[in-house]
């Protein structure tokens, strides 16, 4: 079923163990183009749900562009400089592709993405030409600009795994702290970016909705077990869902400082400052839980580890975010550091379910259960796929 | 055949909006406090969308100019703060600006202005609507469709490498698994690949759909003529079931009168567009009108219908009607006073293509159709002429004063009178039924839109109260009392009442006014060919009507 052949470990000589194995800069630009696509994404959706009119050179489209440009340019420029003026040493850790070109999956991954990103531009401008301008976050062309933008992000994590793939291999472990810190970046951002693409399901008026939990368990079992089973560390997830947590917070926290007016009309909420993107979940305690698990189930059966790992993460996620919806919804998250209060300016602030659950929004009694039971299906199944992909990163070495 | 060829004619060739048809453009000539505009607004065919503004005018001393849009269910609390309108280089007087509309529904453009006489403030109704369906361009689809290929083949290559080529530790050569895999993973790649653009074709289509969905349909209606007692009576039935959107803002329960009627119909003889009719139909229920009308000469017809709402959405409502032989006994009993409503009217002018058919219309008018430029007789023996512009020729895309003066017998300025609470009214129609729009001397824009909006924002800031809205069945009663109580008035003092809510600066007596032996309608031309205008003035208590061909230029 999953059998797989251990390859004896090539020769390690003296010499080159010494041969320090330095991160190279294109793999910081992905890492630092990941950052600057995500902060300007999280801006840009608070700018349109506070100013909302924008132009194709707004800051945070700028801060989107920048990243796409970065990953693009310096992964082309590496292709490029391998292919036609690289080494033999280099051209052996590259994968060889259309006959002339040396490229690392990293480095291929944030061309794509970058020529995704630019494909969707054009797209994006007909579109809104004929179905008129952006409403919403998914749409064809946003989907192709979000698919460009993932995998930058995913290109810059596989980056990262590669160098460190290749230095353990070498049991050179002088890199291993900044390959973690840096793939601890990549991959928590590459969370924040599915939970933004998801965070229609996500909610706060969505924490009692079965429908939560089983988005919740497609998308995140998937992330967390395949981080969890491929970092460097080994809190590949607790990791990640920290870094996903203190960025979307610090979001919440620093763009309500600035000020920020409707431009457009209807205005129905007048405010005079930005309003905040979301709260984040409290993934950190699922991802813990995996993590603990995924250290001490080694040498169990696939299956039987997702299972684990879906059930952990259903009972602890529910456990903890259903009750945290009912916060929320409270007074006490009222407030700069859970700012519940942020509301899209064309929305009626005096909606009598801004903060409390409508019938509607809550599934109960029975239906929750079954629909958890469904999530725990869903989760391990993406667990499972989340098994497969971290062992598949974990042996990148190109 | 005929009929059918008609129906296609209006309803393939017409660019259909709101409150007119193939004419984009909202004019608007008129005062922001001490300042003479002129507005036009060109709304975007995609909500949401922008609007372009300009504006014109001659009075100097101003010093900005803003806009912004109001929304009618949103109130004044709902809008936006303004942007400026900014002088265009090398034209004095034009001032441009972009608005953005975010949602569909009864949009106002507020332009405000300040200057050395201080601030001034006017509102330009705008139906914020739907109306195209767009193609991709060819060069367009091309690119993407390149750059799309180009993302398949990489995409497929990268994953046909990731399956076995990127775990091979540096150095070592790939192996007859490794390549195996490679087509593996390129099949694998190719096959998601074409599921992820089978699935967002299949996205995009239902997006389409839902697009068209939403859009703007004109409503549809149905039209008959009924002949009995000796007199012929033209029913006209609005179809108001297949409403997908906006059912509050375009209900037919909440219609408002608009000059006076609560519905301005117009009959125009198709090919020929020798016989025009204004006439006023009476309320049966919401969605159904009646109106008398005269033995016109048989034939098809083109039936344009303008009505307006509480929400300030007006639009136009149309049809054909097949009108036949009238019976010798409808002639000749039939007289102009069994019209259902006072200002009724109706005339004949020569056809728009020659004809030898000559027919004569009981009571009504025959007028001779006139060239710009030239003076042609009214009936009343007056003279009517329609001025050319400097250059002598019409062109489309630019905006006119389309200016009719008129001369009594005796070849004086004639003194006009209010009709129907304006100065003037014209229709425009092309020949070929592409535009048909109804103007006033303060522009193409619907005053019953204009003023409902503005007693909106007047009266209260916040969102309409969709749940208090007044019950539609007193609404239409109180409606219908208010029209037979004006109608009942003495021309005189329904004209007073029609022309107060017109806040029109209409005064005889006044020095500065410059008389009222012409009338000008501001215009633009949407596209070349061969127009018809019809005009409608009243002198000495007499409806006048003229009509004019023009041929406008590229």
Redesign the interface.
Known sequence: MDSTTIKAP?EVTVSTKRERQSIPVYAYATVISSISIMIGLVWDISWHTSI??DGLLSPPHLAIYFGGILAGVFSGIRILKVSFWGNE?DK??S?K??GIFYGS?GA??C??GA??M??SA??DD?W????????TIL??PH?VLLLGMVTIQFGAMVSVL?VNN?AR?REDYSQKKTANVLFAISSGFLICMIFTILSEFFGRHDMHKASFYQVASIAFPLLLVAFSRSAPSKWGATQAAFVYTLFMAVMVWILPLFPA????????N?ITHYQAFAFPLLLIFPAIAIDLINQRTHGKNNWIKSLFFSFAFILVFFVVQYPFGDFLMSDFARNWFFGTESWYF?S?PDWEYRYSYADYMETKGLDLLIGLLIATGLGFLSSRVGLRWGK?MN???? | MKKSLLYISLFLILILLPSHIGSPGVTLEGAAGPYNLTVVVNSPDVIPGTASVDIYTTDRGIDSISVKPMYWYAGTKGTPKSDPALPVDGEPGHYKAEVWLMSSGTAGISVNVTGREGKGEILVPVMAVSTAKKEMEASLGWTLAGLGLFLVILMTTIISLSMKDSQRDPGEKPDKKTRRKRWIGALIGMVVLILLLWGGNNWWKSWAKNYSRYMYKPYTATTEIKSSNGIQKLVFNIDSTKLESLYLTRSLNYLVPDHGKIMHMFLLRENKLDVFAHLHPTRLDSSTFETIIPPLPPGNYYVFTDVSRLSGFSETIADTVTIGEASPQLVNSWNDSLLMDVDDTYYITDPYIEDAEKEILPGGDIVICGSPGERTRLPDGSWVTLELPEEKVFRSGQLYDLTIVVDDPDGNPAELEPYLGMMGHAVVFKSDGSVYIHLHPVGSYSTASQQTMLSRFQGESGMVDWDNLPDPVIFMDSVDNYITYLNKLSDEKREEILLADMDHDYDADDPEHEGHSSVSFPYTFPTSGNYRIYVQMKRKGKILNGAFDVVVEE
Not at chain 1, 261 to 268: A, H, I, N, Q, Y
């Open positions: 090539p909302g009119r040493p052996s850790k994968l592709f259309w999956l291929l991954f061309i794509w020529f995704a630019l494909t054009p797209f007909w809104h030409n004929t179905y008129g301008l952006d409403v749409s064809p989907t590669a290749r291999q007016e409707p431009l457009l009309g209807p205005v129905l007048p064309g009626n598949w042996n990148i070495k190109r």
